[in-house]
């Protein structure tokens, strides 16, 4: 079956920073658990972990897995030249990030509100002034995710607060990201949360439970039918039918060095136990990104919330929300003639889509 999505391409955004393994972050984090499905709908991933090549400059811009801010410690805030090595060292991988960004057709970002990553709000503001979609997910953040957090006394908890770590129990992002992105384009989880994503056969049980979650309570009405669509197209997917094995098996290590590397990482205490790499409970979410994923790729394109303001018989200002088509997702065609026809009937199509 035919997505509207083959042959665009997707910029992965996301703290790579803060996070408690780079190591992991970059072969067993989401982008890594992400990838192969965008693959195999024929979409180009454009990952920061795995910068394309600069012609004629083969090191430029790359990024790798053990930060280097060792180097700028003895003296950052006492030196103006340590300052401006460490602008200017960092200067290429902003440089690649930001033109992946431009390139793009649509960005997927990952913005759990516990991790600082100003780079990934630089990448959202600047896919949305080029009127790109942004996919964006905000899963919860619950000190009963962490067992070592959750044991700790609730003064202690309070204390916590107020250092920066801050429960929401609902994942819900700061309210700029509504305006800026759109509400549809908002989720709790990626939809494999409740699943071992070590687990050898990984992908085979993916889109089955993503299909699963997803199915609507009451068996009628346009969300039902819809439904029942992206599960049609999804049987009769030959891409997705064809994405096996586990996350690993789809990682590609440059060297054998960073395979070893990895190895070792997982061989700790603190990974080796754990279910998947943001919490150590599993939760099902209540709206999915890869639903919605599924959704787009089939056809149908998510209404856009418009919130207008007009003056009320009293005189005050009174918000006023209207839905309509989100024509950010009428994207361009990579073929010529019948490429470009074959993509308006299928936008002609997603206008009747339920």
């Given at each position: ?190 939809g494999w949360e409740a699943l071992e994503i070590k687990s ?155």
């Amino acid at each position: 079956m035919q997505s509207i999505l083959e042959k665009t391409r997707s910029y992965l955004s996301g703290p790579m920073d803060f996070v408690g393994s780079r190591v992991i972050e970059k072969y067993l984090g989401w982008r890594a658990i992400l990838t192969p499905v965008l693959k195999a709908f024929n979409i180009r991933v454009l990952d920061p972990w795995n910068k394309p090549m600069i012609r004629g400059h083969s090191d430029y811009g790359k990024e790798g897995i053990a930060p280097n801010k060792n180097k700028y410690e003895a003296d950052f805030w006492t030196n103006a030249e340590t300052r401006a090595m460490f602008e200017r060292d960092f200067w290429e991988t902003v440089h690649i990030d930001l033109r992946m960004t431009d390139v793009s057709d649509f960005v997927i970002a990952f913005v759990p509100t516990n991790i600082y990553s100003v780079g990934t709000v630089h990448e959202v503001i600047v896919a949305r002034q080029q009127r790109k979609p942004v996919l964006m997910i905000s899963p919860p953040i619950k000190y009963d995710f962490f067992p070592e957090l959750a044991a700790l006394p609730d003064s202690v908890k309070d204390a916590l607060k107020f250092y920066g770590l801050k429960e929401n129990e609902n994942g819900i992002p700061s309210q700029w990201y509504g305006n800026i992105v759109g509400g549809q384009n908002l989720f709790d989880g990626f939809g494999w949360e409740a699943l071992e994503i070590k687990s050898p056969d990984f992908y085979s049980t993916l889109i089955e439970t993503v299909l699963r979650d997803a199915r609507p309570s009451v068996e009628s009405g346009p969300d039902f039918q819809r439904w029942r669509n992206v599960s049609d197209w999804c049987a009769q997917s030959t891409a997705l039918r064809d994405l096996r094995g586990g996350v690993v098996d789809h990682v590609e290590f440059i060297e054998p060095g960073e395979r070893q590397l990895f190895e070792s990482e997982l061989a700790k205490n603190t990974e080796r136990d754990h279910r998947y790499f943001w919490h150590n409970q599993p939760y099902t979410p209540k709206r999915s990104f890869l639903y919605q994923f599924l959704c787009i790729a089939s056809g149908y394109i998510p209404p856009r919330m418009n919130i207008v303001s007009e003056i009320g018989p009293d005189g005050h200002v009174q918000p006023k929300a209207t839905q309509s088509m989100d024509d950010d997702w009428l994207l361009i065609s990579p073929e010529h003639d019948t490429g470009t026809l074959k993509l308006m009937q299928l936008v002609d199509e997603a206008m009747s889509y339920p």
